[in-house]
């Protein structure tokens, strides 16, 4: 019955778009028998399209809030276009180490998971150093995580500011 109703709506909205609106009309239906978390399963997004998702995200935040910021007030912006995009965001995520097969809490914090597959480390400084790249892969393989995002929001354009880091994607 919702698909009857979702397709009746966009077409008489949409009008000569009557392909889209079938194909919302399908995904309608298809939450609605399969339910959300099996929908979800099914269609899961690469890392790739994450991090370009987490990109445009953040220079949205860029966009509104321009360099000079601390790095929380970044954090929390960015976070929340994540959130609004549908995206499962962890903020200060703790990392323990495992040392001599012992795990440890040092104190470490991811500053933010999305779609546990992406990790993201956020910085207002004047230039990214070796160090901060070393320190995000060292996240990457101690989470055993693929990719992470290293975004310097303290450059004139961000694009500037973004590294990628792979860890055997």
Do not use: W
């Amino acid at each position: 019955m919702a698909a009857v109703i979702a397709r009746t709506v966009l077409t008489k909205k949409l009008g000569s778009i009557n392909k889209l609106c079938v194909l919302c009309a399908f995904a309608v239906n298809f939450l609605h028998r399969e339910g959300a978390e099996n929908a979800k399963k099914i269609f899961k997004m690469t890392e790739n399209e994450i991090s370009s998702k987490i990109i445009g995200a953040g220079i949205e935040v860029h966009k509104q809030l321009g360099p000079g910021l601390l790095e929380s007030t970044y954090e929390v912006c960015l976070a929340h276009e994540l959130k609004l995009m549908g995206l499962e965001v962890k903020q200060q995520v703790p990392l323990p180490i495992i040392y001599k097969e012992i795990k440890l809490n040092a104190g470490y914090r991811i500053d933010m998971i999305v779609e546990n597959k992406v990790i993201v480390e956020i910085k207002s400084v004047d230039a990214l150093a070796p160090i901060h790249t070393a320190q995000i892969l060292t996240y990457l393989k101690l989470k055993e995580v693929k990719l992470g995002l290293l975004i310097n929001f303290n450059s004139v354009k961000l694009i500037d500011g973004l590294k990628r880091i792979v860890n055997n994607l």
